[in-house]
């Protein structure tokens, strides 16, 4: 069965810092990823997803993840954090096109520091 | 619009009782999911309905669980006989059909979840 690892558990940052999460999954075959954000208090979000085409994918709040398929790693990335970004984010991956059910990591806690 | 809501928001329940979740999807989604948030875990997938397609029941961690949705739209998430380890956010999503067979993925949206605390 196919996994996501989210290396990353609590990740703290001051503002300003660039910030990269972790996410690999394992499944050999085409694959759509997504993140998602849960900020306190709220319900997940979607950040962005991967279909196809250009590995860059640019989401909400200037937020990118980058598909490197030979590395099965799909990484969050922002160049610079600010204090509303402290969330929750869960890497998840849609392996089945038949089945649209999606495979979370156990998710990696932001803090920001102001 | 309205987007996908979860009742009740918070369960507390004792052991051995049973406990419904209901959850209304996005008005025109096809596609329904119920996923378990534990504590130190990542979300789990209990269950899948698609249009009137028979559901993937696969995640369902035990015949304790059970979920239907009627009509295409409302979905209600059983849980019988309840214990400690059921104790979990409880959410439901919902998205759109595929346009496209074998096309892209669906964007699922997420409700609030329900807290369910077994003591």
């Known amino acids: 069965a196919q996994s996501v690892s989210q290396h990353n558990h609590h990740v703290i940052l001051s503002e300003a810092a660039s910030l990269e999460l972790g996410c690999n999954y394992s499944y050999g075959g085409t694959v759509n990823l997504f993140w998602y954000v849960q900020y306190p208090g709220q319900h997940l979000q979607l950040l962005l997803k991967?279909?196809?085409?250009?590995?860059l994918v640019k989401g909400i709040k200037g937020f990118e993840a980058e598909f490197i398929k030979s590395k099965f790693s799909f990484n969050l990335r922002k160049p610079s954090v600010q204090w509303s970004d402290t969330a929750e984010y869960f890497c998840a991956v849609n392996v089945n096109f038949g089945n649209e059910k999606l495979t979370f990591g156990t998710g990696t806690r932001l803090t920001i520091i102001p | 619009g309205a987007g996908v809501s979860q009742s009740p928001s918070n369960k507390v329940t004792e052991k051995g009782k049973d406990v419904e979740l209901r959850c209304d999807p996005i008005?025109?989604?096809?596609?329904l999911y119920w996923y378990r948030q534990s504590l130190g875990q990542g979300l789990e997938f209990l269950i899948y309905f698609q249009g009137n397609s028979a559901p993937d029941k696969s995640g369902l961690p035990s015949d304790r669980f059970s979920a239907e949705r009627t009509g295409g739209s409302v979905s209600t998430l059983t849980i019988q006989r309840t214990q400690q380890e059921d104790s979990a956010v409880y959410l439901c999503a919902s998205s759109l059909t595929r346009t496209l067979a074998g096309g892209p993925s669906d964007t699922q949206y997420f409700g609030p979840g329900t807290r369910l605390t077994v003591l």
């Open positions: 008005s025109g989604h096809t596609a």
């Open positions: 991967y279909f196809s085409g250009d590995p």
